[in-house]
């Protein structure tokens, strides 16, 4: 396996609201490697935009790192200064966001703005080099260089994604964190931008990780899954394991939600609702909704069962195939 | 590729005139424009000098083709001193804008965007100036520094500060949870960048309008102050002050002495006041303290 640039361990993110605390990340212990794809699959509330961003360090208040550490490149940034976290984002851990539009300042050409990003970081000496590098990124996401000089709203949805992308590679970052990247686009559109996204993980030796709450997305394009329920990560592991034989029952019932063209299979929803992050249930967070729950469910956090490339957070994932 | 820094000024403005509250925007320039002119060419388009009885006029002789606005008491020409006194109304208001913009936009975005204690310190501050009445506290100062047209711009913008402060920092604060700015910080943009690259610009419009609203406000606040001669000593020209001796008068039936300064008062902040409205109706800015 090749070398740990992100290290997650025992990371615990809770916001602190008037109506309660929030554990938002509760305990997640997750290695990866560098040039691989992974992809944080959750139903909404799960916890999964906060991990992906505890791991540029970025917990917008009232979240709080409470415990647990983030070694980037072996350096704990749950240690770091505010100053030489916002040197370290951007240039070496990139990100972008769901919704393009909202993310560009209106007011900017997108070429200024990511020529801007590229002078700051000390990326570029002038301004004409760091227009060079803007135009260059700008091509290199298939966004022709003449359209530097365009406004945010001159632009299609996918071309403002594409132009996120080039911000945030124009930097050259060795992590690329992409929270939920292709929500807002449709369908033809996202395939684009996944496949320039796998593209610039080949090529660049590019770190990706993904925030989705698709998982057969996830599946398609991930080298390894992390599937997240209530703060933790209840499974994780190779795409290929985690989707063909899912060792936690959420896992499984995740997949059968998924719509297929193909199959006449049922599309299932997962009865219940996501629990109450400020009053997660006992023992095992998923038990109220597990067809498989026990009374030891109901008591005890079950252990971390080993899978030959991962493990999952439950009482029968020894028992093969776990929730079939 | 500048195409010229007046073309592109005029660009501008035709883009304002067009959209919405382009009328008011429009109406409330040329007000301006016009006074601005005049002040700008006061010595050409004064017929007499504003403080000497020029050779055969009366006193207090009605407007007639050789004194378009009357003469008064000293038989001092009237349009002519409206004419000079125009460039003390706007030295004054215009002074005194800038030096409220410079001093509160800075501290609102400051304050804003950092928010903490200091912010609640500069918050409690401004309230505190914001709770005398501007007239009030504009006098106080100006009595303190002393009459003089500078004096009197830094009287006013004791007065409008709050005003530029309070509306930047609400804007900031909405700005601030914008997701391009969050985006900045995700990607490590220095604070100063944020503030001054990004939030200022999109807060730009807002400044505008304060800056229309609070002028036309601030014109009311000068005349005040030199209707009481804190501004200029007599017999320099100023509308204010042309009006506290025009007063006298008014029951002699010598109207125009008071008429035509007042007019010339109301129609400046008229001017100033429409292109605030305009402007708020174009940028679709939600009414603060003057909206």
């Not at chain 1, 001159?154 to 080039?166: K, N, T």
């Not at chain 1, 996202?190 to 320039?196: C, D």
């Not at chain 1, 997305?217 to 992390?226: F, H, K, N, P, T």
Request: neutral net charge; hydrophobic residues 45%.
């Amino acid at each position: 396996m090749a070398e740990t640039i992100i290290s997650v361990r025992g990371l615990k993110v809770y916001y602190y609201t008037l109506s309660g605390v929030v554990r938002a990340v509760d305990g997640v212990d997750l290695d990866i490697a560098r040039g691989e794809w992974v992809t944080i699959v959750g139903e909404s509330g799960s916890g999964k935009s906060t991990l992906a961003l505890s791991m540029m360090g970025l917990v917008l208040p009232p979240g709080r790192i409470v415990g647990g550490s983030v070694l980037f490149d072996g350096v704990d940034l749950t240690k770091l200064s505010g100053e030489e976290l916002r040197r370290l984002r951007g240039k070496r851990i990139g990100v972008i966001f769901q919704d393009p539009s909202a993310y560009l300042d209106p007011l900017r050409t997108v070429g200024s703005q990511i020529a801007e990003a590229v002078l700051e970081h000390g990326v570029a000496s002038s301004e004409s080099d760091a227009w060079r590098i803007a135009e260059e990124a700008l091509e290199i996401v298939g966004v022709p260089a003449s359209r530097a000089r365009a406004y945010p709203h001159q632009l299609s949805g996918g071309q403002r994604q594409r132009v996120a992308i080039a911000a945030a590679i124009a930097l050259n970052p060795d992590v690329l964190i992409a929270d939920e990247p292709t929500t807002a686009l449709d369908v033809v559109v996202q395939a684009r931008i996944i496949e320039l996204l796998k593209g610039l993980q080949r090529r660049r030796g590019l770190t990706i990780v993904m925030v989705t709450h698709d998982i057969a997305l996830a599946g398609e394009v991930s080298d390894r899954i992390a599937v997240m329920y209530s703060g933790r990560v209840v499974e994780w592991g190779s795409a290929e394991r985690v989707i063909g034989s899912p060792l936690h029952p959420y896992t499984r019932l995740l997949i059968d939600s998924v719509p297929d063209l193909w199959s006449r299979r049922k599309v299932r929803s997962i009865p219940g609702e996501p629990p109450d992050p400020r009053r997660p249930p006992s023992g095992c967070r998923f038990h109220p909704r597990c067809p498989l729950a026990v009374e030891e469910c109901r008591s005890r956090q079950p252990p971390r069962v080993s899978a030959a490339d991962g493990w999952a957070e439950c009482f029968f994932a020894g028992e093969a195939g776990g929730g079939r | 590729m500048e195409g010229g820094l007046f073309s592109r000024l005029m660009g501008v403005v035709a883009g304002l005139v067009r959209g919405p509250g382009g009328l008011m925007t429009a109406t409330g320039l040329a007000i301006i424009t016009m006074f601005a002119l005049v002040a700008i060419a006061a010595p050409w388009i004064a017929p007499y000098p504003p403080d000497v009885r020029p050779p055969g006029a009366g006193l207090l002789e009605p407007p007639s083709l050789r004194h378009p606005f009357g003469t008064n008491d000293l038989g001092y020409d009237v349009f002519s001193r409206i004419v000079w006194g125009a460039r003390v109304v706007l030295k004054v208001v215009l002074l005194s804008s800038l030096m409220s913009m410079a001093v509160g936009v800075p501290l609102g975005l400051i304050s804003g965007y950092y928010g903490g204690p200091l912010d609640r310190l500069l918050s409690m501050v401004m309230d505190s100036l914001y709770a005398f009445p501007g007239i009030i506290m504009a006098i106080a100062v100006a009595s303190v520094l002393g009459p003089s047209t500078f004096n009197a711009a830094v009287a006013l913008m004791v007065v409008y500060v709050p005003t530029y402060y309070r509306m930047t920092r609400a804007r900031v604060l909405e700005l601030k949870n914008e997701p391009f700015i969050e985006a900045l910080q995700a990607m490590g943009a220095p604070g100063w960048v944020i503030l001054v690259r990004h939030i200022l610009p999109n807060a730009a419009p807002t400044i505008l309008v304060v800056f229309g609203l609070a002028s036309a406000d601030a014109i009311l606040t000068e005349a005040g102050l030199s209707f009481f001669g804190l501004v200029a000593v007599y017999p320099q020209p100023d509308w204010g002050l042309d009006l506290y001796y025009g007063k006298n008068y008014l029951l002699d039936g010598a109207w125009w002495l008071v008429f035509f300064p007042g007019a010339s008062i109301l129609l400046l902040a008229l001017g100033f006041a429409l292109l605030g409205e305009g402007l708020s109706e174009r940028f679709r800015v939600r009414g603060g303290s003057y909206g």
